[in-house]
């Protein structure tokens, strides 16, 4: 399975934590590479010491679908390995329709396909979750958030499951890879789940 580290900064340089999608395993199975665009190779491998399941994370309806994973040892920080910034403690909202995001991983380039071997990406724009729920009847909750394009044909996809989607201007996390029908279907937009609307549960585990 493909995991994508989001770093973030706790405690000056000493701790770091990184924001996932939703996994189930033992720390001691799990570990990340950072400073690296290719698949299984180069960078940096540091174990996982700690993993954060969120609670109330519901697997019927993929609601509250994030996990924290706490490394072993601190990263340090270079050209190629750099921390992420992350919304406002409070107040903070998805992105309004429309802006522009982006969205990086290793997963396959279509759907069906084969997964990447050099880290890919796609720039493609928020949709409010009222619109995304008109194609998803309702199932869009306020801690998720969906992007897309009209027409279709981008999209993340099978195997970037915990992947960032940030905004293209200022490269704010905004939405993790979680769900959706298919990839890049014109009807459907890529679903994520919301940073914003899992504030909460990321100042609880990481004081952040």
Excluded at 52 to 80: C, F, G, K, V
Excluded at 108 to 135: D, F, H, R, W
Aim: net charge negative.
């Amino acid at each position: 399975m493909n995991l994508f580290e989001n770093i973030i900064r706790v405690d000056g340089v000493q701790r770091k934590k990184n924001l996932f999608i939703f996994f189930r395993d033992s720390p001691s199975n799990l570990s990340i590479r950072a400073g690296s665009s290719i698949r299984n190779s180069g960078g940096t491998v540091v174990n996982v010491k700690t993993i954060h399941q969120n609670p109330r994370y519901q697997s019927s309806t993929i609601d509250y679908d994030i996990t924290i994973l706490e490394l072993s040892t601190p990263l340090t920080l270079a050209t190629n390995i750099g921390e992420v910034d992350l919304p406002p403690k409070t107040g903070a909202s998805n992105p309004a329709d429309g802006t522009s995001v982006y969205c990086t991983g290793w997963g396959t380039t279509s759907e069906g396909g084969v997964s990447a071997n050099q880290l890919q990406g796609v720039e493609v724009n928020a949709v409010s979750n009222a619109k995304c729920n008109e194609a998803y009847s309702g199932d869009i909750t306020d801690r998720m958030m969906c992007a897309g394009v009209t027409g279709g044909g981008k999209d993340a996809c099978q195997g970037d499951s915990g992947g960032p989607l940030v905004t293209t201007a200022d490269k704010v996390l905004v939405g993790i890879v979680s769900w959706g029908y298919g990839c890049a279907r014109p009807a459907y937009p890529g679903v994520y789940s919301s940073v914003a609307g899992l504030r909460d549960y990321i100042v609880e585990i990481t004081g952040l």
